[in-house]
């Protein structure tokens, strides 16, 4: 069976309780209150929060999701050709044991479980503009989690917002229209869930839509204005002592300089889009009539949602992301594959530190791990690979004498390609050791520039793509052009450095270096 809609209403105490809860909560504030659940669910979280110690599979969930969930986006097409999968994971969430799950472990679960009835709730009416259209969708339409018959309000006001008290909580449930929390690439795991709520919270309230600068004023996300009180009251967390202060906290720089400047900055809230989350939304009506995939490449704003797909994605794997990322770098160095779009993508995925320091490690252990390849394995095919450059016999000359010198100037100043480098060393006098601390010191300057280009790339594509500001975007180019001028400058220091250098041990029959 299947994590199927029931018919049949909660029984006796819970049903009663959460029912007049659900309306006194849209009468008075337009959003349910945060009213804690009674009966045996009530005793099954409060049982899990106690001592649970369960884990929960997610990854059919995440997987549905990595194919079906595009910069935020459903493809409802792609979910219901896979329906089967989908059915199937919501029949684990109906038969597993609430009270067994760790408490992380639970919220994942419930987060994970809105999102996924939320889709079928779609799915189950196709063809409406908005959630909206689906009469009684959070109030009424019952699924089983956990053995329990709950609304999709239920799982949200009676169980996560009320046992959790995390205002996070509204930066991840998806609500299936353009102004809710966008549905990221991965489903959310109990092991990195602090995480993911943390990156979900900076997405949410760095983007534009959501919150904006103008005129001295803050514009804000609905949100705040149902639900203003999760943000600041006691017992809560994160939490902070006014809207503004906990915007401040996930806010991209010019928000939060604006409201430390002043802390009783005024806000509106934004209208609310209803409209529904699909992907047809990035389709221009000329590629709709003529059937034209849905991606396409005129579509504004589709270069900030790649962006930003290609972010959710890899963010979906947690502290491993780097890992896995500079584990392909390293690969693709060892096998001459060209590393500089690799290097930018660094930048794109993960921003300036944590990309260099991601592709800095990818090609450092590239060029340790081919170094040890051509000295102890193919030493014979490397030499016949690079036999006949006259550049080459200079360089081995010079680092007879200089050793790691030579080394860190061709870094600095490459007179040939990065991955040729690697093994050209492995058959030179210089030892393992100064080959990798030369190649630390020299590869740093590249690495930086060509990581700060994907970073001030991303900046232009989400500016345009109305995700990110121009004045923010401005900043990092300025400092992309800093860059730029300062490693010119080494590289030609460096290069004189290295000529001078080759001079001293060339021969007559050396033909100049390139």
Known sequence: MRGKRSVTRWSGLVSAALLGAVVLGWAACAAPAAQVATGPVAEAVERALARGTEGFDHSAWDGLLREGAIGGLVDYEFMAGRRAELDAYLARVAETDLGALERDELKALLINAYNALTVVAILDHSGVASIRDIDGVWTELEWTVGGFALTLDNIEHNVLRPFFQDPRIHFVVNCASLSCARLPGW?????????????????????????????????????????????????????????????????????????????????????????????????????????????????????????????????????LGPVFYALIYTIAAVLFIPGSALTIGAGITFGLWLGSLTVFFGANAAAALSFLIARYVLRDRVEKLLSGRPALRAIDRAVETQGWRIVALTRLSPIFPFSAQNYFYGLTGVTFYQYVAASLVGMLPGTVLYVYIGVAGAGVAEAAGGTASWGQTALLWAGLIATAAVVVLVTRVARRELDKALAEVAEPTDAPAP
């Open 187 to 319: 489903a959310y795991v109990g092991a990195e869930l602090e995480a993911q709520l943390e990156e979900r919270s900076r997405a949410f309230l760095r983007d534009p839509a959501n919150v904006s600068l103008e005129g001295g004023r803050l514009r804000v996300s609905r949100y705040f204005d149902w639900y203003g009180s999760d943000f600041t009251a006691a017992g809560w967390g994160p939490r902070a002592e006014s809207i503004p202060a906990f915007i401040a906290r996930y806010a991209d720089d010019e928000v939060r300089a604006a409201i430390e400047a002043d802390s009783r900055v005024g806000f509106d809230f934004a209208d609310y889009d209803w409209s529904l989350n699909t992907v047809d939304a990035l389709s221009s009506s000329r590629d709709q009539q003529f059937g034209a995939p849905t991606l396409v490449t005129d579509e504004p704003g589709l270069t900030a949602r790649l962006v930003t797909w290609l972010r959710e994605t890899t963010a979906g794997f947690g502290w």
